[in-house]
C-alpha cells in the first residue's frame, strides 16, 4: 500500500505530464512520450497491481462466506 505522500506525489506527477501533453507534448517526439509513460507506469503500476489483488482478495472472501453459508444451510437440513 502507498503512503499518503506517494499518492499525493504521484497526482501531481499525473497532472504535470497532462499540463505537458497539452503544451509541449503537442510537438514531442515517440521517445519523449515514452519517457513520460515509463515515469508514471513505475508509480502507477505497483498501485494498479495492489488494487487487483486487493479486489481479488476481497472477491475470494465473499465466496468463501457464502459457500460456508451453502454448507451451513446443507448440514442444518441433513440434522432435521
Same mark, same amino acid.
Given at each position: 500500500?502507498?503512503?499518503?505522500?506517494?499518492?499525493?506525489? !504521484?497526482?501531481?506527477?499525473?497532472?504535470?505530464?497532462?499540463? =505537458? /501533453?497539452?503544451?509541449?507534448? @503537442?510537438?514531442?517526439?515517440?521517445? @519523449? %512520450?515514452?519517457?513520460? /509513460?515509463?515515469?508514471?507506469?513505475? $508509480?502507477?503500476?505497483?498501485?494498479? !497491481?495492489? /488494487? !487487483?489483488?486487493?479486489?481479488?482478495?476481497?472477491?475470494?472472501? %465473499?465466496?468463501?462466506? @457464502?459457500?460456508?453459508?451453502? =454448507?451451513? $444451510?446443507?448440514?442444518?437440513?441433513?440434522?432435521?
Amino acid at each position: 500500500m502507498s503512503s499518503v505522500d506517494e499518492r499525493q506525489s !504521484f497526482m501531481e506527477k499525473l497532472d504535470e505530464v497532462q499540463e =505537458w /501533453l497539452y503544451t509541449d507534448g @503537442e510537438e514531442a517526439t515517440a521517445t @519523449e %512520450f515514452q519517457e513520460r /509513460l515509463n515515469s508514471l507506469t513505475d $508509480i502507477g503500476d505497483p498501485i494498479v !497491481f495492489w /488494487l !487487483f489483488k486487493a479486489g481479488r482478495n476481497i472477491n475470494l472472501g %465473499f465466496q468463501k462466506k @457464502e459457500l460456508m453459508s451453502s =454448507w451451513a $444451510i446443507k448440514t442444518s437440513s441433513k440434522l432435521d
